[in-house]
């Protein structure tokens, strides 16, 4: 009789011994948070103010999702800020990653101490001007001594040294909304935007695209890249591996 329960029981408590041992010695998660504007469609949009770094929704976020779920030792978190700010930190070498962007827009001082994951996705800057506008070029020489609005913290890549040099002058202002009143007030002759995210940034505002009209040719066009601090590189590794079998890119 002992012998029969000794049978029964010891495999039990084993299994549990096991059990419990794992779940004590379950690896920790690495905690990996990542910056972000608030609005940048359809990457990424924050669904609520009240809280808008747990409220984000997006083709990015939607990839980041799948990604947690395959790779669960990270814990993603994300925190939406201003451009500016972002600057700051990336300076300071205090975010773990920032996404979306191309190494040529990080600020120089943060250059040496983050990393590009691989490509995302590819989109391009265009000049936005009104819709009985007469400007029809892009070129860069065709823009000097105009007055052009961008948004504040934003960089331009090969449109810097205009600015720089005040050869092309910038008007900075802090929303969509903003700059398409310069427009339509005709303080400005023309803004730099996104020809992909502007749809659905001006959907937000009280005007339409009807008014206003995006010129076909681009300022220059660029990759999105999650851009990782280098003490994380076991993270962009896996994140890298797993771009490499991922089917989610859009292309503009």
């Known amino acids: 009789m002992l012998k029969i329960f000794l049978k029964t029981i010891v495999p039990i408590v084993v299994v549990l011994l096991i059990s419990t041992w794992c779940h004590a010695y379950q690896p920790k998660q690495q905690q990996i948070k990542i910056i ?10 924050v669904t609520s103010k009240k809280d808008p770094s747990k409220n984000l929704t997006g083709t990015f976020i939607d990839l980041m999702n799948v990604f947690q779920k395959n790779y669960p030792q990270y814990n993603i978190e994300y925190k939406c800020m201003p451009r500016a700010r972002v600057s700051k930190l990336l300076i300071r070498g205090e975010a773990d990653g920032y996404a979306l962007t191309d190494p040529m827009f990080l600020p120089e001082q943060a250059k040496s101490k983050y990393l590009p994951s691989l490509p ?7 000049l936005l001007v009104l819709k009985d506008s007469p400007i029809i070029k892009t070129d860069f020489e065709d823009m000097i001594g105009r ?3 961008v948004l504040h913290g934003n960089d331009h890549g090969p449109l810097n040294p205009y600015f720089e040099n005040e050869l092309i002058k910038q008007h900075s202002v802090y929303s969509t909304k ?4 310069l427009l339509l007030k005709k303080r400005v002759d023309a ?47 896996d994140f890298n591996e797993y771009l490499k079998k991922s089917s989610l890119t859009m292309n503009q």
């Open 36 to 45: 972000c504007g608030y609005k940048f469609p359809p990457f990424y949009t």
């Open 120 to 126: 995302m996705w590819t989109i391009s800057d265009h």
């Open 147 to 149: 007055t052009i609005a």
């Open 178 to 181: 903003q700059i398409l009143e």
């Open 191 to 237: 803004a730099i935007c996104n020809k992909i995210t502007l749809p659905g940034l001006v959907k937000e505002t009280p005007y339409s695209m009807a008014q206003f009209r995006i010129l076909d040719k681009a300022l220059y066009s660029f990759k999105l890249h999650l851009v990782v601090h280098r003490k994380n590189s076991a993270f962009l590794n």
